[in-house]
């Protein structure tokens, strides 16, 4: 099986471009989530979406990071205009739904970012 | 805003020594508890998952749960080199419609030959 597909793995920008990223999860995941670990801390979740939905985006800097999942299946992160503070590991994982039974996070390796 | 909290380490330990890690979380009700191993460089990769309060083993690995206490912990038996990663603990948030995981930053365990 397939596990979560992230691309591209490296991406280093000035700051106040802008960059984005592509996460398929695993075949058949509803929920799908984007984290964001900075150097030496744990994933911090962004955003999580339940098929196309958005469940919880509270932690999302609306200002300069939007994601969408379109169709319920890939998603992209999108930071514009990027800031230094942004530089991290931007880490997609995917879930058979939200219950506790199903509720095991599979990630992907992640797309690190570099803003110069 | 929930917390977990973990020792930062370096976690230095000899090879076929007992590696104890540590954890604590701030949210009463949460219900579900995991371990995930995260080598440098790599993403996480879920190696234990506990949700009853007591011991659960499997293999090396034994996860323990108190929820009196808001503590859970990971004891890694006869460590290996291989062993040497961070170890991240991750506590479950429930709300309306969603089912998430708050991690914490992470102990670093270094296994000694």
């Known amino acids: 099986e397939a596990g979560v597909a992230q691309s591209p793995r490296y991406k280093i920008i000035e700051k106040r471009q802008s960059v984005a990223f592509w996460c398929n999860p695993i075949?058949?995941?509803?929920?799908l989530y984007w984290y964001q670990q900075i150097l030496g801390q744990g994933p911090k979740l962004l955003i999580q979406?339940?098929?196309?939905?958005?469940?919880?985006d509270s932690q999302l800097p609306k200002d300069r990071f939007s994601a969408e999942r379109l169709k319920g299946v890939d998603s992209t992160l999108k930071i514009q205009p990027a800031k230094l503070e942004d530089s991290a590991v931007y880490l997609c994982?995917?879930?058979?739904?939200?219950?506790?039974?199903?509720?095991?996070?599979?990630f992907g390796e992640g797309s690190r970012l570099t803003v110069l | 805003q929930k917390e977990v909290e973990q020792n930062s380490g370096p976690l230095s330990v000899p090879e076929g020594a007992i590696a104890s890690l540590n954890c604590t979380y701030s949210?009463?009700?949460?219900?579900?508890f995991f371990w995930y191993r995260q080598y440098s460089g790599k993403s996480p990769e879920l190696i234990m998952s506990?949700?009853?309060?007591g011991d659960k083993e499997d293999g090396r690995f034994t996860a323990q749960l108190n929820k009196a206490s808001q503590y859970v912990s990971l004891l890694i038996r006869d460590s290996q080199p291989s062993d040497s990663a961070t170890y991240l603990c991750?506590?479950?948030?429930?709300?309306?419609?969603?089912?998430?995981?708050?991690f914490g930053k992470g102990t670093k365990l270094s296994v000694i030959p």
């Open positions: 075949s058949g995941h509803a929920t």
């Open positions: 991750a506590v479950e948030e429930s709300g309306a419609g969603s089912y998430q995981l708050t």
């Open positions: 979406f339940q098929n196309n939905g958005v469940v919880d």
């Open positions: 949210d009463r009700v949460s219900q579900s």
């Open positions: 994982a995917s879930s058979l739904d939200i219950t506790q039974e199903n509720g095991e996070l599979f």
């Open positions: 506990i949700y009853s309060n």
